[in-house]
């Protein structure tokens, strides 16, 4: 069955630095997202992507954050310069379509730490 | 913030049915209900959705009430494997994509 991957597991990083967590999301899917949860806290939206561009973000994601999708295969989530408060499992999502048959399929996730 | 209630915990014994409630009173004619489950710190996993009409897949099933504002989960017969967080969404077809998660129920499945 096809899956949404995500790499690394896990990244340890020092504030101030950037880091570039990685997905490579279900092969027939044109639908992106990035969500992330705070340890013991909800699932939060941060971005969709459609067609190359943003088609939606959150209020978290500000101009720290940005996507990409380099090439077919990989949609990519950088942090130019993490915080503290940016520690949190980083959740890379898929889907086929939008509306009402939206069903979005996750990754196992990203744990980041920083220190 | 989610635009729904769920109760916090429950429990259910093994190979029991266990059925998950959801109260949607504002839900509008457009929205769609949706259930993921959070398995530990695992990524959420889809698990079905409906308009109107009841609907069953190989996980579950969902009955949603004629008035649309409440609906129930049902995992038929729970294992140990089930136990998790268990979401339900509401969302509109169009518009915002985004998935808005509440805190759900934590459903624990009992040997």
């Known amino acids: 069955e096809p899956e949404v991957t995500q790499t690394p597991s896990h990244q340890v990083t020092q504030m101030g630095q950037e880091v570039i967590l990685r997905c490579v999301p279900i092969?027939?899917?044109?639908?992106f997202y990035w969500y992330r949860q705070i340890l013991g806290q909800k699932v939060e939206f941060l971005v969709s992507?459609?067609?190359?561009?943003?088609?939606?973000k959150s209020e978290i994601f500000d101009d720290q954050f940005s996507v990409e999708r380099p090439d077919g295969s990989n949609f990519t989530l950088k942090i130019r310069s993490t915080k503290l408060e940016d520690s949190a499992m980083y959740f890379c999502?898929?889907?086929?379509?939008?509306?009402?048959?939206?069903?979005?399929?996750f990754g196992p996730g990203t744990r980041l730490t920083v220190l | 913030d989610a635009k729904t209630t769920q109760p916090p915990s429950m429990d259910c014994a093994e190979g029991r049915a266990a059925n998950l409630p959801c109260n949607h009173s504002?839900?509008?004619?457009?929205?769609?209900v949706y259930w993921y489950r959070q398995i530990h710190s695992q990524g959420p996993q889809y698990i079905i959705h409906?308009?109107?009409n009841n609907e069953t897949n190989e996980m579950a099933s969902l009955i949603i009430t004629e008035d649309r504002k409440s609906s129930t989960l049902i995992l038929p017969h729970a294992t140990l494997r089930d136990t998790a967080v268990y979401y339900c969404?509401?969302?509109?077809?169009?518009?915002?994509?985004?998935?808005?998660f509440g805190k759900g129920t934590k459903l624990t499945v009992n040997p």
């Open positions: 992507f459609y067609n190359n561009e943003i088609s939606e």
């Open positions: 092969s027939n899917h044109l639908y």
């Open positions: 999502a898929s889907s086929t379509v939008v509306g009402g048959g939206n069903e979005q399929f």
């Open positions: 969404i509401v969302k509109a077809q169009g518009g915002s994509e985004k998935l808005v």
């Open positions: 409906g308009l109107k």
């Open positions: 504002t839900i509008s004619g457009n929205e769609y």
